[in-house]
């Protein structure tokens, strides 16, 4: 039986050139989180969604970025990232999760 907090606590994957390298080099993709998640939460939710074995979680909590325009001076928002490698062998298709 799946809960509605493993379908709200993943929010979605990091597309960058990063995280493209660290996919590659070590099997570990990078995913935005909800911010009151723990590392046995996200776990959890990426063995029931994607249905593969999670070998470790690290999680990172950004800090805002101060920016500034012509109008004006602001702050970026803070989130929560999780770094999941996954066992040898084992990898998430992100085109199409659920195939």
């Known amino acids: 039986m799946l809960s509605e907090k493993i379908y709200t606590t993943l929010k979605y994957p990091v597309i960058s050139e ?14 935005k989180v909800a911010k009151e998640a723990t590392k046995l939460d996200i776990k959890n939710s990426i063995e029931e969604i994607f249905g593969v074995k999670v070998d470790s979680v690290r999680v990172l909590n950004t ?5 500034r325009t012509r109008f ?5 928002g ?22």
Do not use: R
């Open 18 to 31: 990063k995280a493209a390298i660290e996919k590659s080099a070590s099997n570990t993709y990078i995913f």
């Open 63 to 67: 800090k805002f970025k101060n920016k």
């Open 72 to 76: 004006g001076k602001y702050k970026t």
């Open 78 to 99: 803070t989130y929560k990232k999780a770094y999941i490698k996954l066992e040898e062998g084992k990898e998430i298709n992100l085109e199409n999760p659920f195939k």
